[in-house]
């Protein structure tokens, strides 16, 4: 048994098409989503999205956004949405590096603080599901 | 006196053909960047008509329930985010959105984000209330920096600092036509949707649906500004293909009516020597 799932991001459509199974990080923490959900809308967090297809099982890293379950018809709408083959690792170490040597600086500005800090766990995030792949 | 003037044409005509090289480079360059700026404006609509969509019905269906974004308030200071070019020679993409900006901002009480160098410059020089200058370059936008806008703008709007928030920018018709437009961002406008309460009631926010709803309005914030710069991008492109287009044609115009000047110029030249030649011969 399969739903309909739309993955976009302001890139794009990123996946149009039936899925068995979704798995993401919501606000509140990972959850499943199965055929026959109910209606259900969550703000995303950071972390990793997997999706069982027919066609077999990919994974993805997603950032932002929300989940949205209609009608059994499921909407992602993400920030960011990189599936883990895509993900550019050598740019995520870099931006790791140069989150870190900013975090240690003790003259950012609260906002500064914050940007740095989101942007440490984005590359984290991406590093630690480009890995697993 | 005629081989002067001949030179002199000859000079003209060599520049004018330089000028028209580079307006053509110009040209090339603006169309195919407006190539790419269309496919973005195409590929950015799905997400944010979903956005939408789903800000749409939780603000319908949930009774009782009031956010800040959705009430409007007396407005005591607005606060515009104006759009503008990086750069000139776009025909009048930059006069036109400056001015519509200008002209609703003229002796209101207001704050701006500029986005885009010309438009930074513009409000500098006019001495308006800067809220951030972070955002100056259009052409390098990056989604996250319209998120991060959007963070910004929703906090301000929380806290008080403004009541309203518009965006102008310019809307990109077709090809030919870019006409300057002004979007209210907040207090956010939805349309009531009749009866269809029913699933509503069904439908499970996580954690609640307010919380849900503030969570969103920053993205949705960040989509529509990311939009509203899309449009605008392809707008300045197509702006300036075609101004370039146009000084391309003048320029060939002046080449041919230079060209035409100068053959004449040779030919009166050669007239008169001959002219020269056979009177001192026959004498």
């Known amino acids: 048994m399969t739903f309909s799932l739309e993955i976009v991001t302001p890139d794009g459509l990123i996946y149009k098409g039936e899925a068995e199974m979704l798995s993401v990080r919501t606000a509140d923490g990972v959850i499943g989503i199965l055929p026959r959900h109910i209606d259900y809308v969550a703000p995303l967090g950071m972390g990793e999205a997997v999706i069982k297809t027919p066609d077999g099982t990919r994974r993805a890293a997603c950032i932002g956004g929300m989940v949205a379950v209609h009608n059994g018809m499921v909407r992602l709408v993400a920030t960011t949405f990189e599936w883990a083959e895509e993900i550019d690792l050598e740019r995520a170490k870099t931006a790791e590096d140069k989150a870190r040597s900013l975090l240690s600086r003790s003259d950012l500005s609260e906002r500064d603080l914050k940007l740095a800090d989101a942007r440490l766990r984005r590359a984290l995030v991406r590093q630690s599901v480009g890995k697993g792949r | 006196m005629a081989g002067v003037s001949m030179k002199d044409i000859k000079l003209r005509i060599k520049s004018m053909e330089s000028t028209k090289q580079i307006t053509k480079a110009m040209e090339m360059v603006a169309s195919s960047k407006l190539r790419r700026a269309q496919a973005r404006v195409q590929n950015s609509r799905p997400y944010f008509r979903t956005l939408y969509d789903t800000l749409n019905t939780i603000a319908n269906n949930t009774e009782n329930f009031a956010s800040p974004y959705l009430e409007a308030r007396e407005v005591r200071k607005t606060c515009y985010v104006v759009i503008g070019g990086d750069r000139g020679l776009a025909g009048g993409y930059n006069a036109n959105v400056l001015k519509m900006a200008w002209e609703r901002m003229e002796g209101t009480s207001c704050c701006v984000v500029p986005i885009g160098k010309k438009s930074l410059e513009f409000f500098q020089r006019r001495g308006s209330e800067i809220l951030t200058d ?17 963070k910004m703008l929703a906090a301000g709007y929380s806290s008080g600092e403004f009541d309203e928030v518009h965006v102008i920018y ?78 391309t044609s003048n320029a060939e ?12 110029a040779r030919q009166g030249a050669i007239t008169q020597e001959i002219t020269e030649i056979v009177a001192g011969a026959e004498t």
Do not use: W
């Open chain 2, 134 to 150: 972070l955002y100056a370059e259009a052409g390098d936008d990056h989604v996250g920096d319209c998120f991060s806008m959007a």
């Open chain 2, 170 to 247: 310019t809307e990109f018709v077709s090809m030919l036509a870019q006409t300057p437009a002004s979007l209210k961002l907040l207090p956010l406008e939805y349309t009531p949707m009749p009866g269809d309460t029913e699933s509503a009631c069904e439908t499970l926010y996580e954690p609640d649906s307010e919380s849900v709803f503030e969570a969103i309005i920053p993205e949705y914030l960040g989509g529509v500004i990311y939009g509203a710069l899309c449009e605008a991008v392809a707008s300045e492109q197509g702006a300036r293909r075609t101004a370039m287009e146009a000084a």
């Open chain 2, 253 to 264: 115009d002046m080449i041919a009516s230079l060209s035409l000047k100068y053959n004449r």
